[in-house]
């Protein structure tokens, strides 16, 4: 009883409650009788979810067969996404269905960088310039993959083009009903790559040690579940299991390489701006960074993970304007990162931002972290004009502030509003 809490040392507490901490503490301990059929009904439950899951995505790519699919990957594609884009493709090759991974916005986080090209990871940049010139009647089927098209720029034109959606496997919380063929959305699981672990452990694909190309996509995966859950320190028993399995796989001198990437002067630009203009309010850091370019976007989410890390900060978000030159974008991308077990990244964020006039959320999360991007549409460009780039960042910049500040410490007086 020794190595029980202070605050749990109350006698009175109750047996269950010390049982459940020591269990949780000291694995292999004995738990209450009415603990293990709980759970054991629980896990039951969930093999017969997953077996029947299996047996839908199997008869999906029966259906398929011969087929090409489209797997549309999120503008800025991160290692969840990527390995778990790549495993689908791996397993759809063995029903004769050949997949393109797509993304039409940047490769931007230095680690990802490092990830396709260390890996040779097939993936493809198509503009939505480009996807107009395509024949997409190629394609039978879009894939959406770490994500349910709200991320991603080509949807809107993809789907307009009457392409089908065969699957959607994602972790993220639902974000609007799609009609896909096959559907795999687990916002309780922390990775996308856990749930393609799974897919290949239930028998999907048999990988092979000695073949190249799954060694790397294990990696890929392995990088892909870890970056998901902040280097295992968030992950569940689920994600233990698949990163268990993947240990028979992977290389752990690639995952090295690709994790010894380091920043780029940009990425530290980032961050040293983000320090420089944070606001502190109920333990949030509020930070807006101003303009970036467009292949940096992925600094956004790395200030983020810096400024949670400041003493009495649980929860940071950063946000600034990512522009491309070449194609007048512009759009204002934010990042949550959170340590407070109680805030929900996907309710926070719908709350703060709301919807567009089309009824689409700004952004959503996942367990612990959560973007959202905020179209700058007719304001976009000019920016020459160093007047009028101040202004339209002025205006951006209040406003989510208004509308953060509003949700984190809501003053019911208007009187006081100021
Ligand atoms: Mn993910």
New binding site residues.
Partial sequence: MKDHPPNNSDETSGNREAEVVLSASAPGKRRSKAEVVSEDNHASHREELHDRKIEQLRQMFDRHKGNRHLILLQDFP?P??LS?AWAYKLIAEQYDIQCEMIYAGALSHQENIALVKLTGLPLQRWTLEMTKTKDLSAYQGCVFI?NQGTTCNLTEFILGAGVPIAAVI???SLQGEMNADFTDLRPEIR???TIFTEYLQAGMLTLDGNVSQHVKCATALMH?LRS?TNALRQAEEEDFLAAAYLSRFYDPQLLNAVLQSSRSKWVMDAIERSLKHRILQNNFSIAGIGYLRYDDRDSIPQAADFLVTEENVHTAVVYGIVHDKDEEIEVVIGSLRTNKLTLDPDEFIKEAFGQDAQGRFFGGG?SQAGGFEIPVGFLSGGNENSDYARHKWEVFDAKIKHKLLNLISPKDNPVYDH
Avoid: W
């Fill in positions: 991160d969840d996404a778990s770490d994602d972790h993220h990775a996308t790559a892909g998901d996942r």
